[in-house]
């Protein structure tokens, strides 16, 4: 019986009744890793062996009369949550050897609830991409279409999910990395608000916006696992104690009565016409379903990727100087002397687009250009975040393109380094103001994914997880499978 | 304009070395991203407060107590060069 692409829900129920084990759920997701990631190249970390072992501890817990809902379900993690004794690279040479002491709390939190990690996901170096290109392990390809892009940084996250490697996978989204590739692989991905979730083993790359998420086959999964991911922790002071609710339990509340804003500034020239269509339709779906829809502007949307590419760099280049070649991390050959460990090991350790971002970041926190830039920035994103909260006064979610086109090709030349931040319009308001934010399949352009962006309340996880799986309810974009013919 | 002079000396502040091959390329995507910032200098400020993060005023923090996370000789596993639970670097001092 194949378990590919079954949903968390049913695969709990399945444990529960005891017509499958967490063993077979795993021996599968190993198989498939194993037929489609010399191509897609999702997973950069397989670790089968350990999963199986959990996996019988799991159907040992079972026996018992222990029915927890993610109990023997297997998952995969971003590169980027720290894991113990697993390898841990963020895509960077840099990392290329770090096998870290420590869980991330995520990857406690998940342990603990019971779910099986069976390794670790592709993505951009040190998250930053939109494409999944600067990992250095290579690139992601698209299940949809292997000479696309997955998007990034969770490229490699929504690939697997979307190809039915595991039912779940981790990502982390600073300034759209959930969503754009949850949306350009045709997956539901859900960045929550900012502290809702532990930062704490997560590798920082912009600490005021970097948050952790769900990625998954629908709004439900994505619910089961907030459950268990969401909540206070004493190791990140950023992390708020606001009580977590039972996101699965308020799915089936109806919407009508709904307050849905649309801002014209989401349907602007950046947008894709065909793209633009699939979500017009979706937004009148949730009309359908007993939504208001209603007009609004967010006239700072532009601006926002000038805010967020000044702060975003500024915030890594602080970051990423721990990374030294002293106490842990890539350390160049036989230095001359200290200073030529630390230019030369960073300088070999980091690739292209990283060393982009610190030398900008750098420079905007130079003592000449900081209040020309960064804080600068920072008021602007002041006067973002009362933009978006004034229009989340009058409405109770925001619609709109998660992403401005459908998946790009690898190795687009044609696209400028300003041209690849743009990729980010519509997903950067939400880091910014720290809002969560969730991506749904809504369609298809020319047999490319298409996602739908809403934008919630800060803490208001339950209300979009609820309004994604109505509209889920109602349509089967979420149950979508690409071919794979090219993969096979 | 930006000089190729400054982003080099930038790149000194960040511990990174440009080649003499690289910094024309360097200095003009380092210009390319710093025209995207122009759109801000154009937005009344006045007044306005930074905002660091978007963290709630009063940040949940715990009592400072002494424990043990990780061992130190978890830590020292990952060092580049290490003795006696030491980190190694070249002589600073002759």
Not at chain 2, 10 to 32: G, K
Request: proline share 5%; aromatic share 6%.
């Amino acid at each position: 019986m194949s378990l590919t692409f079954k949903s968390i829900a049913t695969l709990s129920h399945d444990l529960k009744t005891g017509e499958v084990s967490s063993r077979q759920l795993v021996e599968q997701a190993v198989a498939r890793i194993e037929t489609l990631n010399p191509q897609l190249n999702a997973v950069v970390c397989l670790e089968a062996e350990q999963a199986l072992a959990n996996a019988d501890q799991a159907d040992a817990k079972r026996a018992k009369g222990e029915h927890s809902p993610l109990l023997g379900i297997p998952m995969l993690h971003k590169d980027i949550f720290c894991t113990q004794g697993m390898r841990t690279t963020c895509g960077s040479k840099m990392l290329k050897d770090f096998v870290p002491p420590y869980d991330a709390t995520v990857v406690q939190k998940l342990r603990a609830a019971g779910m099986i990690n069976l390794g670790k996901c592709n993505m951009d170096e040190f998250a930053m991409g939109s494409s999944n290109e600067t990992s250095v392990f290579g690139a992601c390809k698209n299940p949809w279409d292997m000479t696309r892009v997955p998007g990034g940084s969770s490229g490699g996250s929504a690939a697997a999910v979307a190809s039915g490697m595991v039912p779940l996978a981790t990502g982390t989204d600073t300034g759209g990395s959930i969503r754009q590739p949850a949306a350009l692989c045709g997956i539901t991905g859900l960045k929550p608000t900012y502290g809702r979730v532990s930062r704490y083993g997560m590798i920082a790359f912009a600490s005021s916006m970097d948050q952790a998420g769900p990625m998954a086959q629908s709004a439900q999964d994505c619910a089961l696992v907030l459950n268990a991911m969401a909540g206070h922790d004493p190791l990140d002071s950023t992390c708020d104690n606001t009580p977590v609710p039972n996101y699965h339990q308020t799915l089936e509340h109806p919407i009508a009565g709904l307050r849905v804003g649309v801002p014209k500034e989401f349907f602007s020239s950046h947008l894709d016409t065909a793209v633009a269509t699939v979500i017009d339709t979706a937004i009148r779906e949730l009309e359908r379903a007993g939504a208001t829809i209603k007009a609004v502007s967010l006239p700072s949307t532009d601006l926002a990727v000038s805010t967020y590419y000044v702060i975003a760099p500024a915030e890594a280049s602080a970051n990423l100087s721990r990374y030294d070649g002293v106490r842990y991390g890539y350390r160049c050959e036989a230095p001359n002397d200290l200073q030529d460990l630390y230019f030369r090991s960073r300088t070999e350790g980091f690739g292209a687009e990283v060393k982009r971002r610190i030398l900008v970041g750098t420079f905007t926190l130079s003592a000449a250009s900081y209040d020309q830039y960064f804080m600068k920035a920072q008021q602007v994103r002041h006067l973002i975040t009362q933009e978006y909260d004034h229009v989340l006064d009058e409405v109770d979610v925001i619609a709109g393109p998660a992403a401005p086109n459908t998946a790009f090709a690898l190795n687009d030349t044609s696209k400028s380094i300003t041209d690849m931040y743009m990729e980010d319009v519509f997903t950067i308001g939400a880091n910014l103001a720290g809002l969560p934010a969730i991506s749904l399949p809504a369609g298809l352009v020319n047999g490319l994914p298409v996602g739908l962006q809403l934008i919630g309340r800060r803490f208001g996880e339950a209300q979009l997880l609820n309004v994604a799986h109505q509209f889920q309810n109602r349509t089967d974009w979420h149950t979508r499978r690409p071919t794979l013919e090219a993969v096979r | 304009m930006t000089q190729a002079s400054t982003v080099k000396d930038v790149a000194v502040l960040a511990r990174l070395t440009i080649s003499e091959h690289d910094i024309e390329n360097v200095t003009a995507e380092f210009n390319q991203t710093l025209a995207l910032f122009d759109a801000l200098q154009s937005v009344d400020t006045q007044g306005v407060a930074p905002m660091v993060n978007p963290c709630k005023a009063n940040q949940p923090l715990r009592t400072d107590s002494v424990r043990t996370l990780v061992s130190r000789e978890g830590l020292m596993k990952n060092a580049p060069s290490e003795e006696e639970n030491y980190f190694l670097v070249p002589r600073v001092i002759d």
